[in-house]
């Protein structure tokens, strides 16, 4: 990450005033500033402005079809493309949190943006991540999750069938559903159309993982947390990678950052303890892993039954209640 | 639950490893079967992993793995690796 857009935004009656600057990491010196009155109609052409101004303004790669989708409004209904940001957060959050809710309410506000706009590509390629996203980390209706998932890509893919994030959502379900040679091949057009999208290399080492690529896939997540740092999840995905290529201790120093800008979140927890736990260092593996458990809660989420491995056999006992317990749900 | 019941590759594999931890043998590999059948197959993982070190020896065992090993390769020659 070398640059960092910073802002601020005003609401004058009708007018929202914004204010932006674009700063370098190395020096903290503006490379670019600028302020503007919008009313909401304008707020589409803005996106599209400020993107434009922000490429110019960065060394960073973009594709044909980028540069072709940044010249014209995702949507000519505001109101939808409201929603869609809005529901972008939410599904940042669940990134950030892992917490069921986080996909659910962000899923809502797509279907209310695709309502108003049923041509809205975009949008339908986040629902169909939002219904990918719950089959692959939560049991319940996840065939049926799956099935909506691959449906609503398929149509961001009529709408736009140069759309990467389709591509990239689509790469996820084929994955899911075991055509992983299809999940490659989708995958890397997803990143070829979408070169500086951290979800598209997130994906594209998801697949490889399945394939046991795990160079590969180890890459590709490297790829990803170069171009977005930010969210927990794609640590512990690029420490699991980095476990499967025998770098164990570089796992366990990302988890290590990670649970330092994350210190309750279970999953960051659980797989640090993992990692711990596959170099034998089993008292320190023990702790995460509890803690793990402990922050875990009442979640229905998969993943962390991970925690439930137990360093010690004494605890087979707990663990086989545990199984149980997460098996009958 | 049953093996049957869940799509998710990692979700099937971390459970039959743990069973392989408990010495459930049997329950092992059915959900590591199960992980074969939905196309997890990091067999570079899968042949490493300490947690299922008491199977090694078993026939059914090295039959799966085998079968791992077969779609790595196939994906190897078609994508390459490093």
């Given at each position: 990450m070398n640059s960092v857009l910073e802002g601020t935004y005003q609401r004058i009656g009708p007018v929202i005033r914004i204010s932006l600057q674009l700063i370098s990491r190395d020096t903290g010196a503006a490379r670019w500033a600028s302020r503007y009155d919008l009313r909401a109609d304008d707020m589409l052409k803005f996106q599209d402005d400020l993107a434009q101004k922000v490429v110019e303004n960065l060394s960073i790669q973009v594709s044909a079809a980028e540069h072709q989708a940044m010249s014209g409004p995702m949507t000519r209904s505001p109101e939808a493309y409201n929603l869609?940001?809005?529901?972008?957060?939410?599904?940042?959050?669940?990134?950030?949190?892992?917490?069921?809710?986080?996909?659910?309410?962000?899923?809502?506000?797509?279907?209310?943006?695709?309502?108003?706009?049923?041509?809205?590509?975009?949008?339908?390629?986040?629902?169909?991540?939002?219904?990918g996203m719950e089959a692959a980390n939560f049991q319940e209706n996840s065939k049926e999750n799956l099935a909506l998932s691959e449906a609503v890509a398929h149509e961001a893919l009529r709408l736009n069938p140069n759309l990467g994030e389709a591509h990239t959502a689509l790469c996820a379900d084929f994955a899911e559903i075991g055509r992983i040679e299809d999940a490659i091949r989708c995958c890397r057009q997803g990143a070829a159309l979408t070169p500086s999208s951290d979800y598209a290399y997130d994906m594209l080492g998801y697949a490889y993982h399945y394939a046991g690529l795990v160079e590969l896939a180890e890459r590709a997540y490297s790829r990803s947390v170069e171009l977005n740092?930010?969210?927990?999840?794609?640590?512990?995905?690029?420490?699991?990678?980095?476990?499967?290529?025998?770098?164990?201790?570089?796992?366990?120093?990302?988890?290590?950052?990670?649970?330092?800008?994350?210190?309750?979140?279970?999953?960051?927890?659980?797989?640090?303890?993992?990692?711990?736990?596959?170099?034998?260092?089993?008292?320190?593996?023990?702790?995460?892993?509890?803690?793990?458990?402990?922050?875990?809660?009442?979640?229905?989420?998969?993943?962390?039954?991970?925690?439930?491995?137990?360093?010690?056999?004494?605890?087979?006992?707990?663990?086989?209640?545990?199984?149980?317990?997460?098996?009958s749900r | 639950m049953r093996p049957q019941q869940v799509i998710d590759g990692d979700f099937t594999y971390w459970l039959g490893d743990m069973y392989a931890l408990l010495g459930e043998k049997e329950t092992a590999l059915r959900w590591l079967r199960r992980t074969d059948e939905i196309s997890n197959h990091n067999y570079p993982w899968f042949e490493r992993d300490k947690n299922w070190n008491n199977l090694r020896s078993d026939s059914e065992y090295q039959r799966i793995l085998a079968d791992f090993q077969r779609h790595w390769e196939r994906y190897r020659e078609e994508f390459g690796d490093g």
């Open positions: 869609y940001l809005q529901a972008r957060f939410y599904s940042n959050e669940y990134k950030m949190r892992s917490t069921l809710g986080s996909i659910r309410q962000g899923r809502q506000l797509l279907l209310q943006a695709i309502a108003m706009d049923p041509g809205f590509a975009e949008a339908h390629s986040s629902l169909s991540e939002s219904y740092p930010t969210t927990p999840r794609i640590h512990w995905m690029h420490g699991r990678m980095l476990l499967y290529v025998s770098r164990s201790h570089d796992a366990e120093l990302e988890m290590r950052q990670a649970i330092a800008a994350s210190p309750n979140q279970y999953r960051v927890a659980a797989f640090l303890g993992e990692f711990l736990y596959y170099q034998g260092k089993l008292d320190e593996a023990e702790k995460s892993l509890t803690r793990g458990v402990e922050l875990r809660g009442h979640s229905s989420d998969i993943a962390p039954l991970r925690s439930f491995m137990p360093p010690a056999a004494s605890a087979a006992r707990s663990m086989r209640a545990c199984l149980r317990c997460a098996l | -």
